[in-house]
């Protein structure tokens, strides 16, 4: 009777099917979409996994045309670790929209296919969203139109997510849900994903650093009849083409976007790949220059497939935002905004690099030679563009009512949260169960929505894996604890622990039982590896490392290009049966086995290079055709008298230039000079400190110290960060006396005047909800102490509109003197507008530092990182010229 039923539901699927509008008509795509195919069949030739049998079997023709389409272009990571069947269940859903929505019939074959169709949007791991939504957002968007459809899902969206930081991997949407939160990356991974399960064309739009201040930034373009709209991802305005960034916007180098599959469109396109075009979208934002680099060798004729790379100043490291090739004339074009850029070519061994400002050059030209670096430092000076178009605003009603629904949907994310496992409740189970309380709060805390799961763990492991039950959960990330099953972490437990005599037990803590080795998502190995590689060839790996790395070469085929879409490494698991690897999943693969062999294993935090453990020491796995033990030198990196200690990522980084390329070293962000080791051992070679110190306006003081580091002679490089000319004549006055404010949790009102306690102060007004405002909060954290040792003010000062509660800042490590209002009658906001000379509700945050009677020595606004540090530089600058150490005088600058 059930097979009866099947073929009953799929002869109906098929013949509703007949009369679709077809998918695809265009002759040029149908043709490369075969020739791809064919290309991927011959890739995977060798897989052990079954792939291409899904194409074969009975289905519309619109759904094999979909299908086709996908696996031609499908990245090697979803080749590996997704089912034929997943796949096209979430091709029927795809097609089912098409069908059922109002404007599914009016979407155009490119928009479709590049915008709907594709389940990836960025490096996420696919889950099954589009199954499991598309009914609820089906039913929340009924009857609307196109346009009001986008918005409504936006609400939808914000009702389950809101910003908060978290680390580089990028979580895939309903594990966003499950914790309510996400970075930009996140919320518009999981915008666009329910944009498309909508039927509506959707795109996650990225500036891979701003210009004007360090970070970056991705957001949500919508296809709205016939036309690319923006809007912040889970942060719903009053129409499209609005958000928060609309200025910063305006002062980009790129903005972009990737395509899924080779594109045909009319936009213009930074990087047409096989698998993927990268669109430059920048001038639908921002003022742009189209700009030739002529690259050349020393003797004159042109540098074919030259790599040329537009780096833009960002966290202290010339960032490439753009790489493109030469062509046969040796010439590079690239659409920029109007700021300044360093550009790096190279071939072979030779380069040659200049800075450009793109506002005033047609043509930068470039000459490649065998340069011998001359230890030597070059200053620079690097302007980012300006914005210079008014913003539209919504009318006054129009944002009271919506700012009334994102409280409402506030509410509803925070009952969900209210939900996950309290204090009280961990407490009472880790006394249940004999576990140590204060490490199961953080197991909890992070868990969030996932902490079904990680009670399921605790339960099935703890009589027979108790001693390293919790251990493991060390060597996982803050983000694994919120979307890894129980099923995960018994696998890593259960295939570890039999290892955990054979060594020093941190080394087994960090290099074996530990799931995670790099970013990847967190899958189970332990045990297929074990199974399927076998006790002969993890013995005789033991003894030989060639043994394993020798079966890689022999087994798993490399390919560098083939993943570059997904950029999400495949799994070990993948990599065994696909047969097919992209290098870092190669390099995944071997951690993964030598571990599961007993033997530690990692990727060299700095070099990024597998290693493997043996005898004390570690050795690098010889895949590339390179020493695989490189030689070393030694250096020491001494502070120069600087007023903080300058930090890695934020202040300076070093750069190797190897074979002409010049890529940073990673080393932990924020880690300060004095606590790197002394020396650092690093390979020998040439080498670039980079230092940068950010002005008010963007503008960033550079400066670049070449130097090399050599077996036999040890270098010792100072860091002198550049200093800015800071003034404390006053930037504008206010009366802090005729600003009434209501100070959080407390009745009445009272005068700014009254909370500064006659002091000097801090003045911040912002909006608590939004991403550049919470970017400030998490900028003051690292001065909390110092902050807490000045005898100023600090005042917190939420727009007009917002009906808040001090608990709203208690995720912040803020000094404990900070005090909260709300501006009720928008009288502080008219003060700072007048002295920025535009709205300051626009350029939400606002930070003034200003003396007791309103006058104001330093104002900036709108969304920067690092403001925290620009405060403290102010403040001493004002200590010093006045001689007064404790400003609790309120002494005028």
């Not at 052990?48 to 289905?59: E, F, H, M, N």
């Not at 903005?255 to 639908?284: C, K, M, W």
């Not at 890894?484 to 290099?511: C, N, Q, W």
């Not at 980084?653 to 390329?661: E, K």
Request: with cysteine; glycine share 6%; aromatic share 10%.
């Amino acid at each position: 009777m059930k097979n009866i039923c099947c073929a009953f539901l799929l002869a109906w699927f098929l013949t509703g099917c007949r009369n679709e509008k077809p998918l695809i008509v265009d002759a040029h795509r149908l043709n490369d979409i075969e020739r791809m195919l064919m290309v991927q069949k011959e890739l995977t030739a060798n897989s052990l996994k079954p792939i291409w049998q899904i194409l074969d079997q009975p289905a519309s023709k619109n759904e094999v045309q979909a299908l086709k389409f996908l696996y031609a272009y499908m990245p090697l990571s979803d080749l590996a670790d997704y089912s034929p069947e997943f796949m096209q269940a979430n091709v029927r859903k795809s097609l089912l929209a098409r069908q059922e929505m109002a404007w599914g019939s009016s979407i155009p074959e490119e928009e479709f296919l590049h915008f709907v169709l594709p389940l990836r949007v960025n490096n996420e791991n696919l889950d099954s969203f589009r199954l499991v939504y598309y009914a609820e957002i089906k039913s929340r968007i009924h009857g609307l139109g196109m346009k009001d459809a986008a918005l409504e899902i936006n609400h939808w969206c914000h009702e389950k997510v809101n910003y908060r930081g978290t680390d580089s991997r990028t979580s895939a949407p309903m594990s966003t849900i499950s914790k309510t939160f996400g970075r930009c990356g996140e919320e518009s991974t999981f915008t666009v994903a329910a944009m498309r399960t909508a039927g509506i064309p959707a795109r996650q739009v990225y500036t891979p650093r701003w210009a004007h201040t360090d970070d970056n930034h991705a957001w949500v373009e919508v296809w709205i009849d016939g036309k690319w709209h923006f809007m912040g991802a889970c942060e719903p305005d009053t129409d499209l083409d609005r958000g928060w960034f609309s200025e910063p916007s305006q002062r980009v180098m790129l903005i972009h976007t990737r395509t899924y599959g080779h594109y045909f469109g009319p936009e213009e396109v930074l990087d047409a790949q096989d698998r993927f075009s990268e669109l430059n979208l920048t001038a639908n934002y921002a003022p742009t220059r189209q700009i030739i680099v002529q690259v050349r060798y020393s003797d004159g004729t042109p540098a074919v497939s030259a790599k040329t790379e537009f780096k833009l100043y960002n966290y202290a490291e010339f960032y490439p935002i753009a790489t493109i090739m030469t062509d046969s004339k040796g010439t590079a074009k690239f659409t920029t905004g109007l700021g300044d850029l360093l550009v790096w070519a190279s071939k072979d061994g030779y380069f040659d690099f200049k800075k450009l400002h793109v506002d005033s050059t047609d043509t930068l030209h470039l000459v490649l030679s065998g340069k011998q670096m001359v230890p030597h430092t070059e200053e620079m000076v690097f302007v980012p563009p300006v914005a210079n178009k008014p913003i539209q605003q919504a009318s006054e009603t129009a944002r009271k009512i919506n700012d009334h629904r994102l409280s409402t949907e506030d509410s509803i994310r925070n009952s969900y949260a209210s939900t996950f496992r309290d204090t009280g409740w961990v407490r009472s189970y880790a006394q249940s169960r004999q576990l140590n309380a204060d490490t199961l709060m953080r197991t909890f805390h992070l868990s969030y929505g996932n902490w079904k799961e990680i009670i399921k763990y605790l339960e099935k492991n703890q009589s027979g894996h108790r001693r390293f039950l919790l251990p493991l959960t060390y060597g996982i990330s803050d983000k694994d604890l919120s979307d890894t099953r129980e099923e995960v972490l018994t696998d890593h437990l259960a295939g570890s622990v039999a290892k955990s005599t054979e060594m020093p037990e941190e080394i087994f803590k960090k290099y074996i039982l530990a799931p995670r080795i790099d970013l990847e998502i967190l899958a189970p190995w332990r045990k297929f590896l074990s199974e399927n590689l076998g006790s002969e060839m993890a013995a005789a790996t033991r003894k030989d490392i060639d043994v394993l790395t020798t079966w890689i070469k022999a087994k798993i085929r490399i390919d560098a290009i083939a993943n570059r879409h997904s950029r999400a490494p495949l799994t070990p698991v993948g990599v065994y049966n696909l047969r097919v690897a992209d290098p870092l999943s190669r390099d995944l693969f071997f951690v993964a086995a030598c571990r599961v062999f007993g033997i530690p294993a990692r990727l060299n935090p700095e070099t990024r290079s597998p290693e493997y453990y043996k005898t004390g020491n570690w050795y690098r796995a010889g895949f590339e055709d390179v020493n695989a033990q490189p030689e070393m030198g030694k250096l020491s990196l001494k502070d120069l008298n600087n007023s903080l200690p300058p930090q890695y990522s934020l202040h300076f980084t070093l750069a190797h230039i190897l074979n002409g390329n010049c890529k940073a070293i990673e080393f932990e962000e924020g880690r300060k000079v004095t606590d790197f080791p002394d020396p650092i051992l690093l390979e020998t070679g040439n080498y670039i400190l980079v230092t940068g110190k950010r002005l008010t306006d963007g503008s960033v003081l550079s400066s670049l110290t070449f130097f090399d580091i050599r077996k036999d002679k040890p270098a010792k490089i100072e860091i002198p960060l550049r200093k800015e000319a800071i003034s404390n004549m006053p930037v504008g006055q206010f009366d802090p006396g005729r600003v009434q404010l209501i100070e959080l949790d407390k009745p009445g009102e009272t005068s700014l005047s009254a909370l500064m306690k006659n002091s000097n102060s801090i003045v911040v007004l912002l909006d608590p909800d939004s991403e550049p405002s919470k970017h400030i909060l998490n900028d003051l954290a690292p001065y909390s102490e110092q902050l807490s040792r000045w005898e100023g003010q600090l005042i917190f000062v939420n727009c007009a509109d917002k009906n808040l509660k001090t608990t709203v800042f208690q995720n912040y490590k803020l000094p404990g003197k900070s005090r909260f209002a709300v501006d009720s009658k928008r009288e502080l906001e008219k003060a700072l507008s007048g002295i920025l000379a535009k709205e300051a509700k626009n350029s939400l945050p606002v930070v003034c530092l200003c003396t007791c009677t309103g006058q104001v020595s330093m104002i900036t606004s709108g969304y920067r990182i690092g403001i925290g540090e620009t405060l403290m530089q102010h403040i001493k600058s004002f200590v010093k010229s006045t001689g007064n150490a404790t400003t609790k005088s309120c002494t005028s600058p």
